[in-house]
């Protein structure tokens, strides 16, 4: 036999190789020719490959008759639809007897906390208007140790919730004090001797307090050892007081039962009746007693009414020396704010022999700090300390 004949080539995909790739060319060389020219090929384009009209979905479908839709914003059509008008609405406006009823109701609780977060922003407004602003870089406020109080005075944590409660944090106390001519380096004769007696008197003022004031209760008490022989007699002196204490239980026992054994006397009724009638013979005194004091009571208003109006001034009158003391107080001393009480510095003062009339010969002394750390505690600023004196151990 002879062999197969062999297929055609020309089959099913034979067309593909008949296919014009000419366009697909043409525009790939047009690419590249685009992207070499660059921003300098963009005029010689036509306006038709550079720009295009975006229109909505709708456009496609609706004929070419009707005009173009336009886009409404979703803010625009939530307030079309909240100003719409319902029927029950309609109807009720139709008639202008009719009120109509809210949704909700505002309780009184509401209308209170409004009114209560209004006053609070009202407030915070006024207060950030007339604060001052400080430095911008720096988030908290440095204290001047020279300058005074102001408003915006720093408080201790300690005194905080005393002085909150309507006090007024700034403080009588100048920020630096002019001391007494007494205490310069060249003073007059008279200047120093009041400024030196001054000084006296505070010093023994300290010493009058410690010697007059109440002595502290001793940590260990004295005394002599009981020697053995004493014991017995200390047990003999318990013995009897507790034989004695017995004796008058047993006296008090035996009144006790006699009192018991008397019978109670039976009150009658002619008895009974002689007690309401007394009962009533003194409620009736009373009310005709208390009626008297009315009676006198309404007679002496004039005297009463001045009596009262002479209370009131001596009330007045003794408020107006307690503040009068307290601001006095305020001015030698702060609030108390920590535990320790405010200790004023002691006077600086020139002894009488130490003066020299020259500024030169005076000693030298580093008092500035504290100085001014006594003028913070004295202006309220910090609570005092009280001084801790290191004991050497042995």
Known sequence: MGKAAKGSRKGKKAWRANISTDDIDEFYEKQTRDAHAGAAGIPSLSSDSLFFVDKPASASTSSAADPPPQDVPVKRKIEKNREKVLHH??????NPYVQPVPSSLVSKKDKKKFKKHAKKKELQESMEEKSVPMEEDSTEPNLDIW????KGAALAKKGMKRLMKNRSTTSVIPAVEIEPPGCSFNPKFEDHQDSLAQAVADEMRKVYT??????????????????????????AADDGDNDAAEGDGYQ?????AGERKTKTKRVTRVELNKRARRKDRLRTEADAKKLEVLSKQIDSLPSIIAEIAKEDEEKEKMHTRRTVAKEERLKSAPRRLGRHKFEPAPVQVLLTEEISGSLRKLKGCCNLARDRYKSIEKRGILAPNKKISKRRRR
């Open 147 to 150: 300058g005074g109080d102001g």
């Open 210 to 235: 410690k010697e007059l004031g109440p002595r502290p209760v001793p940590l260990t008490v004295l005394g002599e050892a009981v020697t053995e022989e004493d014991k017995f007699f200390l047990d």
């Open 89 to 94: 609405e309609s109807v009720l406006k139709r």
């Open 252 to 256: 008090d026992a035996d009144a006790v």
